[in-house]
Structures are given as structure tokens and as C-alpha cells.
């Protein structure tokens, strides 16, 4: 009994998916990656006073959102004076993938965190990443 106890926790709380178990699933993750920023308005006439850049690098993982345990990576990357993202996730899960991502963008006006709400999974999600003050 204490085996499967162990067991039982080891594939919870580390989110192991062993092979044969759960079902083949995918996500794929992509949209634009970009700081913005307010600028300051030098005329009362100026349309927009937004302005917005390639990130300068960013770190952007595709998280699985657990209720009873720790959240898990699916899938990471690290980019660099880009504007767009891409991440793929195929695997073997126990549990309905509930993905989000975490996003740490630097732009050359500052550095943010971003994390999303948990995406609604239909195996394409487009989700635009746009850090700054705007």
C-alpha cells in the first residue's frame, strides 16, 4: 500500500506522465510579441502617443494549469529582437491540458512579467504578448 502511495505522489506533485498512461494531446501557442509604451505628447495634435518595438528578449513558457498541484512546463523558449512567438506542445497527459503562458519580456524602456489567463484549448490558441505601460 505505501508503494502506491508514493507512486501516487510522485506523479502528482512532480506532474510525471508516464508513458502509456493518459491520451495523446496537443497545444500550439503563437501571436505577436511587443513593448509598448506611452510616449509623451509634444503637440495637442499627435493621433497617437503609443508607440511600440520588438522586445529585446524574452523568456515565454507554455504552462498546464493544475487545481490540486503545482502547474507544470510544457514547453519553453527564449527569443530576441522579435516581434512573434511560437510554442508546440504534443505529449502524453493523465489530466485535460489547461494551458497558459508566463512571459518575462525585457524592452529597451524596462522589463515585465506577464502571465495569462488560462486559455481555452482547441489545439490552435493565437495570444498576443504586449508588455509595457500601455
Not at 495634435?45 to 515565454?60: D, G, P
Not at 527569443?79 to 489547461?98: A, C, F, P, W
Not at 484549448?121 to 493565437?126: T, V
Amino acid at each position: 500500500m505505501l508503494f502506491f502511495v508514493k507512486v501516487f505522489l510522485i506523479i502528482g506533485v512532480f506532474g510525471v506522465n508516464i508513458e502509456g498512461l493518459g491520451r495523446q494531446q496537443s497545444v500550439e501557442v503563437y501571436g505577436k510579441l511587443q513593448c509598448c509604451h506611452l510616449q509623451e505628447e509634444t503637440s495637442p495634435l499627435s493621433e497617437s502617443a503609443m508607440k511600440c518595438v520588438n522586445v529585446t528578449v524574452a523568456k515565454i513558457k507554455l504552462m498546464d494549469y493544475y487545481t490540486m498541484w503545482f502547474d507544470s512546463t510544457l514547453q519553453e523558449i527564449h527569443v530576441e529582437q522579435t516581434d512573434h512567438y511560437n510554442l508546440v506542445y504534443k505529449g502524453s497527459r493523465i489530466t485535460t491540458i489547461k494551458p497558459y503562458l508566463e512571459a518575462y519580456v525585457e524592452c529597451p524602456f524596462g522589463a515585465f512579467d506577464k502571465t495569462s489567463e488560462v486559455l481555452e484549448n482547441r489545439g490552435m490558441i493565437k495570444y498576443d504578448i504586449v508588455a509595457g505601460n500601455c
